[in-house]
């Protein structure tokens, strides 16, 4: 595992001792969240005396080896004010770690739940603020352009994208690039978690294996189902539910339908 790690500056080798000893044995009480690959603890950091996070990955992740090399070796490389820096790993008695400086998002705190749809979302607001050079929500702005994710999806929706990108940028940028990185920006932040793509399919994409998704022109609104309800004792107060004899289920089109238009423009990518 060493090997595949550049030499020279960069993430810092832990034990396990010490990411244990910084988390208090991964207790329950200081758990930020269950992502898609493991659990994320909240630590301290012995030398620096600074709150820290580590990222658990358990042995039932289907992350590979490769994966998780590509992971430290990515995640070195980025700089940006909402993203916490990787300043270690650990990959011993067959558990993977990487140790954070800082904490996770104010949201997953807040919740203190993570999942793979929420990682994605928080990608793809990160990808609109890198491109805009703006946070997530600015009172300082136009009532349009308060939250970004809206203000961009609409521009997007009138043809004007490139409008959204951070104007110090001075024109000196790849469109095709940074067209496509917001796009699938958009892609990550809709409403919608079940069309959300899978973080394969945002690579693919983005390196121009797959096609850009076809998004809606308007941000949707989300739609949420009432659960179940006991339809004999509802029919006896509504007089105009239909219901099925035989099965006990109500016609199909007193429900909102989900749209079956497909995301992509072709055929989702097998990744």
């Known amino acids: 595992m060493d090997d595949e790690f550049e030499k020279g500056t960069g993430p810092k080798r832990f034990t396990f001792a010490e990411l244990s000893r910084a988390t208090s044995d991964f207790a329950e009480s200081g758990k930020l969240g269950e992502g898609g690959f493991g659990g994320v603890y909240k630590g301290l950091s012995s030398e620096s005396n600074t709150q820290i996070a580590v990222k658990k990955f358990s042995r039932g992740s289907k992350q590979g080896k490769k994966e998780y090399v590509s992971e430290v070796k990515i ?49 793809g607001v990160v990808a609109l603020e890198i491109t805009s050079g703006r946070r997530p929500v600015d009172t300082t702005q136009e009532p349009n352009k308060v ?22 940028l001075t024109n000196e940028f790849d469109e095709r690039q940074l067209e496509c990185l917001m796009i699938v920006g958009l892609w990550c932040c809709h409403p919608d978690f079940a069309y959300r793509p899978s973080i394969r399919q945002v690579i693919s994409v983005l390196n121009f294996e797959a096609p850009l998704p076809s998004l809606p022109a308007k941000l949707p609104v989300p739609i949420y189902y009432a659960p179940p309800m006991n ?32 995301l992509l423009n072709e055929e989702e990518p097998n990744v």
């Open 75 to 123: 995640i070195t490389r980025l700089r940006h004010r909402n993203l916490v820096q990787l300043t270690g790993w650990c990959h011993e008695r067959d558990n993977s770690f990487g140790r954070h400086d800082g904490l996770f998002s104010s949201r997953m705190c807040h919740h203190r739940k993570a999942s793979k749809e929420s990682d994605v979302y928080g990608f």
């Open 147 to 168: 939250r970004l994710v809206e203000w961009v999806w609409d521009l997007y929706g009138k043809g004007h994208l490139l409008e959204a990108v951070d104007k110090r």
């Open 231 to 262: 339809l004999h004792e509802f029919s006896s107060k509504s007089s105009g539910l239909t219901t099925s004899e035989s099965s006990g289920t109500t016609n199909s089109s007193l429900l909102p339908s989900r749209s079956t238009k497909p």
